[in-house]
Nanobody
Framework: VQLQAFGGGLVQAGGSLRLSCAAS????????MGWFRQAPGKEREFVSA????????YYAHSVKGRFTISRDNAKNTVYLQMNSLKPEDTAVYYC???????????????WGQGTQVTVSS
């Protein structure tokens, strides 16, 4: 599975962005998908994940209620809708694919290249 994330950019605090992650390969629908982020000088952290069927979604406490993960298996794409953005959301955001949904990066087998999100105060 090859992943390409896009949709990042510069936004003011309180604004919104929608990230997309396009996957190649016919097996996309069998993978759980996750979003992670890494801010300068910090470790990569879990943001959100979704099961292959979209039956279950998971969020980090810091983004719960503001971010929404979704996927469209027909389009081989997973999304991260980010609302009420804060300066502390500034990071490079990565999408990743795993055989089963997980909250740790080591469980993910495939990674996209990352897209920069910058939130100004």
């Amino acid at each position: 599975v090859q992943l390409q994330a896009f949709g990042g950019g510069l936004v003011q605090a309180g604004g919104s962005l929608r990230l997309s992650c396009a996957a190649s390969g016919r097996t996309f629908s069998s993978y759980a998908m996750g979003w992670f982020r890494q801010a300068p000088g910090k470790e990569r952290e879990f943001v959100s994940a979704i099961t292959w069927s979209s039956n279950s979604t998971y969020y980090a406490h810091s983004v719960k209620g503001r971010f929404t993960i979704s996927r469209d298996n027909a389009k081989n794409t997973v999304y991260l809708q980010m609302n009420s953005l804060k300066p502390e959301d500034t990071a490079v955001y990565y999408c990743a694919a795993a055989r089963s949904v997980a909250g740790t990066s080591r469980e993910y087998d495939y990674w996209g290249q990352g897209t920069q999100v910058t939130v100004s105060s």
